[in-house]
């Protein structure tokens, strides 16, 4: 199993990014998809997450209304647009993936309930 991010970078406070998640050696549409981020000094926390079936969305606090998730079956992928950027979203982001996964709650984006992890994209928001 493999899960590679890409689209991170550097961007102005106020910018947007889109981050991709692109999922191999697993039956992807079986999946739930979440994405995280990790900052320096600070523990991982969870951003978003995306339902295997019916592409239900959870948004953590921090992002709500600032974040997108959505998913391509067709391309094994999922997206994480992000807008209205600010310093304190400068993190490594990843995603992770388990299988059929759905609470409709914050524990969608617990990283403990997740099996396959990616190896993250770096996004930094500064002047």
């Known amino acids: 199993v493999q899960l590679v991010e890409s689209g991170g970078g550097l961007v102005q406070p106020g910018g947007s990014l889109r981050l991709s998640c692109t999922v191999s050696?697993?039956?992807?549409?079986?999946?739930?998809i979440g994405w995280f981020r990790q900052a320096p000094g600070k523990e991982r926390e969870g951003v978003s997450a995306?339902?295997?079936?019916?592409?239900?969305?959870y948004y953590a606090d921090s992002v709500k209304g600032r974040a997108t998730i959505s998913r391509d079956n067709a391309k094994n992928t999922v997206y994480l647009q992000l807008s209205t950027l600010k310093p304190e979203d400068t993190a490594v982001y990843f995603c992770?993936?388990?299988?059929?996964?759905?609470?409709?709650?914050?524990?969608?984006?617990?990283?403990?309930?997740?099996?396959?992890w990616g190896q993250g994209t770096q996004v930094t928001v500064t002047a």
């Open positions: 050696g697993l039956t992807f549409d079986d999946y739930t």
């Open positions: 992770a993936a388990v299988l059929t996964l759905w609470y409709g709650t914050s524990r969608d984006i617990r990283e403990y309930e997740y099996d396959y």
């Open positions: 995306i339902s295997s079936s019916d592409g239900i969305t």
